[in-house]
């Protein structure tokens, strides 16, 4: 098992209906970089209108900006055995 070391977003919301949500923001995949410039950047591109939106922030929505995060990723080739 290798373990490598990256950047994520984390969503952020908190509303009444749902409560308080976090997860990493995915496209299929996890979104990661190496840096975490990259991902302050990404997330400024992506998601950069929530800080300028504030009927988004407010309820019902409760959205705040993601946050880059640092993860760890764990992970085994198919042909290893576990």
């Not at 946050?67 to 080739?77: F, G, K, Q």
Request: charged content about 35%.
């Amino acid at each position: 098992m290798k373990t490598v070391q990256a950047w994520g977003a984390l969503w952020r919301s908190e509303n009444k209906l749902s409560g308080r949500t976090r997860y990493l923001i995915c496209d299929v995949l996890p979104v990661l970089f190496q840096t975490r410039r990259e991902a302050r950047a990404w997330i400024d591109g992506h998601y950069g209108y929530i800080r300028k939106r504030r009927d988004l922030r407010r309820e019902p929505y409760g959205w705040r900006m993601p946050l880059a995060v640092r993860v760890e990723v764990r992970y085994r080739l198919a042909s290893e055995k576990p």
